[in-house]
């Protein structure tokens, strides 16, 4: 039996558990890693690339964006489509020069590994979590297996970061929470091809047919996505029928739809879930593990990282001043942002996809939106300040 000790016992090593660990060694603060999937899998997993600003700021601040300021593209605005009609969404004026970058999700995690491992830091790669031990005292455990052996890690906390399905949220008394949870009649077929992007910023398109989005990776990689029913499937689309539907979605005049070879494709479901309350004794839970929101706008990795940022406030302050006041704040802090991005998440998916009949009440509602984003710039104002992500102070300003 192997016995690992450390301050803080980080389960998963997607975005979340990445950033807490690099963030909390740049304090001075300890933590081990252990992820249930293998490197590759974790570093091939095609999630969204939208970063706010404030997730870039972060990881800049940790001495992580090297690549993502070489390659990532920085956007100062995003266009949005309506039965054909276009507009523009500018940043710049409207949220006092905040943006968004695009860079790959994996590529993030690829770069947060490389410079963990690079740093001497502590990650088992196929290391389940078996069981939580003693969250509600102050010497919790995790029992892990690795290798066919079993193994502890004994620590002051747990951060499960360890996505929806893991074992941290599983292991919160069923009465420490109320869950909410709403599954929306639609997925996204999403494709990465190899093919020069049609738009240097995204397109986000309501059409008769359904939703579509016009996302890129790179120069040479576009990333798309279409609404199909939750029942699709990726075999029942040829290329060719990827790339009509798409053309005709996101169509506008006087602009054209580049093709190419597709590489990748696969369908998402559209779901909104979250927890009340995100931290049980000595067990706190960050990212998906705690909450979904629907990718239209982008929001979920973003949301990992600001809950990491009100973790680490929280560890900081205990061990630095032996308080548990940020820590027991957490949840509390975390959730503001996260019922503002399931709103925004929510509005951005309600407004660009087809639910209703083309042409019935709902839809003249979403036009009416659509409409008042060109009448009023405080719309999309306020569109464009929870689209780039809202400041930190202003939340810590609620009550
Ligand atoms: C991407 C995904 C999103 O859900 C979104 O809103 C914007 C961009 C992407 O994969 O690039």
Known sequence: MKTIKTQVGIIGAGPAGLTLAHWLKKHGIEAVIIEHRSREYI????????????????????????????????HHGVYLNFDGKRVRVPFGQLTGGR???????Q??????????LEKNGQLLFEAPALELEGIETDTPKIHFEHNGEKGIIECDFIAACDGFHGLGRKSMPKDAYKEYSVTYPFSWLGILAHV????????????????????????????????????????????????????????????KLNSGPIFEKSITPMRSY?????????????????????????????????????????????????SMQALDNYSTIALKRIWRAQDFSNFMTTLFHKQYEHGSFHYQLQKAKFD??????????????????LPFESFEALD
Do not use: C
């Open 43 to 74: 570093q091939g997993r095609v999630r969204a690339g939208l970063l706010e600003q404030n997730t870039v700021d972060i990881l800049k601040e940790l001495g992580l964006a090297d690549r993502l300021v070489k390659e990532g593209q920085e």
């Open 99 to 105: 943006n968004i970058t695009i860079y790959g999700q």
């Open 107 to 116: 590529e993030v995690v690829k770069d947060l590994t490389e410079a963990w």
């Open 196 to 255: 020069a992007p049609s738009s240097e910023e995204l397109i986000y398109a309501y059409h008769e047919r359904g939703f579509a989005l016009h996302s890129l990776r790179s120069e040479k990689v576009s990333r798309l996505y279409i609404q199909v029913e939750n029942d699709d499937h990726v075999d029942n689309w040829s290329d060719e029928q990827i790339w009509e539907e798409l053309s005709v979605r996101l169509g506008t005049e006087g602009w």
């Open 274 to 322: 979250f927890i009340d309350n995100m931290q049980h004794g000595r067990l706190f839970l960050a990212g998906d593990a705690a909450h979904i929101v629907p990718p239209t706008g982008g929001k979920g990795l973003n949301l990992a990282v600001a809950d990491v940022k009100h973790l680490v406030d929280g560890f900081r302050d205990f061990y630095e001043k032996a």
């Open 372 to 389: 008042y984003i060109q009448l009023s710039e405080a719309y999309a104002m306020t569109i464009a300040e929870n689209y780039v992500g």
